[in-house]
T-cell receptor, first 113, second 114 residues
Framework: SQKIEQNSEALNIQEGKTATLTCNYTNYSPAYLQWYRQDPGRGPVFLLLIRENEKEKRKERLKVTFDTTLKQSLFHITASQPADSATYLCALDPDNYGQNFVFGPGTRLSVLP | NAGVTQTPKFRVLKTGQSMTLLCAQDMNHEYMYWYRQDPGMGLRLIHYSVGEGTTAKGEVPDGYNVSRLKKQNFLLGLESAAPSQTSVYFC?????????????FGDGTRLSIL
């Protein structure tokens, strides 16, 4: 069956450390993968997109990698801050038609001061 | 710039009642989506639309109907609400394209079915 898994439901780290979140998928061959941030009581907000031919993508303190052989994407937040505490979701287009998306269950990150 | 607006924000229904959730976007997007989000399940696609007058089923369409009579609006209807439909419902929109575009989400409608 097709599914997306994210490494853990919750992740706690100390302020200033690097947070690493994992997104694994099975039985998909996505051309790209997206990461979103969701705060409590709010809708998800887009953060980054990485294409299958890109090994790594960076935006300020965020870095995303995409390994199509391992069927895995890693999402890193360097120099984490309490304001980074949120749930992070990965998403992919299951048929690459650009018309609908499948989301992972999310990882709730807590950055402790 | 409002983006994606969902109404109502909260609603409590009794089993068997019907209601319509409204989603409006002001970004002139072609694509619109309805998801439900349940603890541990992530976002699951209910229905989506790739343009005015079109609709298509997503992963969990049973018990829901949708309409896209105007480009900026996407309505989600529950004809006979069931407790299993208690959830947070999110609407999203996105521009037409090969999918390299992000989705823009509203802040959700929290629906409880008693």
């Amino acid at each position: 069956s097709q599914k997306i898994e994210q490494n853990s439901e919750a992740l706690n780290i100390q302020e200033g450390k690097t947070a690493t979140l994992t997104c694994n998928y099975t039985n998909y061959s996505p051309a790209y993968l997206q990461w979103y941030r969701q705060d409590p009581g709010r809708g998800p907000v887009f953060l980054l997109l990485i294409r299958e031919n890109e090994k790594e993508k960076r935006k300020e303190r965020l870095k995303v990698t995409f390994d199509t052989t391992l069927k895995q994407s890693l999402f890193h937040i360097t120099a984490s801050q309490p304001a980074d505490s949120a749930t992070y979701l990965c998403a992919l287009d299951p048929d690459n038609y650009g018309q609908n998306f499948v989301f992972g269950p999310g990882t709730r990150l807590s950055v402790l001061p | 710039n409002a983006g994606v607006t969902q109404t109502p924000k909260f609603r409590v229904l009794k089993t068997g009642q019907s209601m319509t959730l409204l989603c409006a976007q002001d970004m002139n997007h072609e694509y619109m989506y309805w998801y439900r989000q349940d603890p541990g399940m992530g976002l699951r696609l209910i229905h989506y639309s790739v343009g005015e007058g079109t609709t298509a089923k997503g992963e969990v369409p049973d018990g829901y109907n949708v309409s896209r009579l105007k480009k900026q609006n996407f309505l989600l209807g529950l004809e006979s609400a069931a407790p299993s439909q208690t959830s947070v419902y999110f609407c999203a929109s996105g521009p037409e394209g090969q999918g390299y575009q992000p989705q823009h989400f509203g802040d959700g409608t929290r629906l409880s079915i008693l």
